[in-house]
Structures are given as structure tokens and as C-alpha cells.
């Protein structure tokens, strides 16, 4: 098996960090960052049941949210390296149905030519059943189900 390094740049470090310092505080926020900073096709791989999905126009946060549930993030660490950053978190508030949320997740965050190209979630499975039930498959279900307009 061969390892690849790729030589790390103060350039790429820089856009990185960029995309990083715009599109931060509209997670925080749970709102989407500006349009420019995602490039087309921009998908999101979930750790939970392994499947990866276009992210939408409406974060999945504010629609847990608007079906009832009090969230915000707390706990945010960023790492920028070329290429990308490491965003870690917690998600903490109460699911829609009144039960205590407290979600470790890390997401890998690759930055190609200054715009988000993809995201790696990986949060607790066990934690993320008070959002999303038992099923692996809701959130799978809901991001399938889920249109923008």
C-alpha cells in the first residue's frame, strides 16, 4: 500500500482558512454560509449508516429546529491545514419530543480552489438517537425526502 503526502503550502493554509473565517459563523448560526464559498455538487458523508448526500439549501440543524427542537452548538474548536479544516463540536439543546441532546461531532472540511467541496461528519451514534430515533436510516430518510423550495 502506498502512502501519499502532499506537500503543504502557506497558499493553501491561507484559502483554507478563509473559506473557514466566512462559512464558521453561519454553522454556529445554523443557517447556510454564502453561496460562494460551496462548489458545485458540495456533498456531506455521515459516519452514521455510511452514506453520503448533496447538502441542501436549508441545514439540517434549523430543520430539526423548526420541527420543534431547541439546539446550539457549543464547544467549537477549528483546525485549518491545507486543503481543508477540522471543525470539532457539540450540538447540545432538546429534540423535538423534550429529550436532552448532547452530540460530540467532528466534521473534515476539504477546500478545493477557495469553495467547500466536501464534508465528513462523524458524529456519536449513540447520542444522535435522541434527534433522530433508533433507525439509522432517518437521517438518511429525511435528507432523501427534503427538497428546498
Known amino acids: 500500500m502506498e502512502i ?3 506537500q503543504p503550502t502557506s497558499e493553501g493554509v491561507q484559502a483554507a482558512y478563509e473559506v473557514a473565517r466566512q462559512w464558521l459563523p453561519a454553522f454556529v448560526a445554523g443557517k447556510r454560509a454564502e453561496e460562494h464559498l460551496y462548489a458545485p455538487g458540495v456533498s456531506t458523508w455521515h459516519n452514521i449508516g455510511e452514506w453520503e448526500a448533496p447538502i441542501h439549501t436549508t441545514p439540517s440543524r434549523t430543520r430539526r ?3 420543534g427542537a431547541v439546539l446550539g452548538i457549543d464547544e467549537v474548536k477549528c483546525t485549518v491545514f491545507d486543503g481543508g479544516f477540522v471543525l470539532q463540536a457539540v450540538t447540545i439543546g432538546t429534540s423535538a419530543d423534550g ?3 448532547r ?3 467532528v466534521l473534515i472540511v476539504t477546500v478545493t480552489n477557495g469553495q467547500i467541496a466536501r464534508f465528513e461528519e462523524y458524529a456519536d451514534s449513540a447520542a444522535s438517537k435522541a434527534l ?3 433507525e439509522v436510516d432517518a437521517i438518511r430518510d429525511e435528507h432523501a425526502n427534503f427538497t428546498s423550495e
Open 65 to 67: 429546529v423548526n420541527a
Open 132 to 134: 433522530f430515533g433508533e
Open 103 to 105: 452530540v460530540p461531532t
Open 99 to 101: 429529550q436532552p441532546v
Open 4 to 6: 501519499v503526502f502532499d
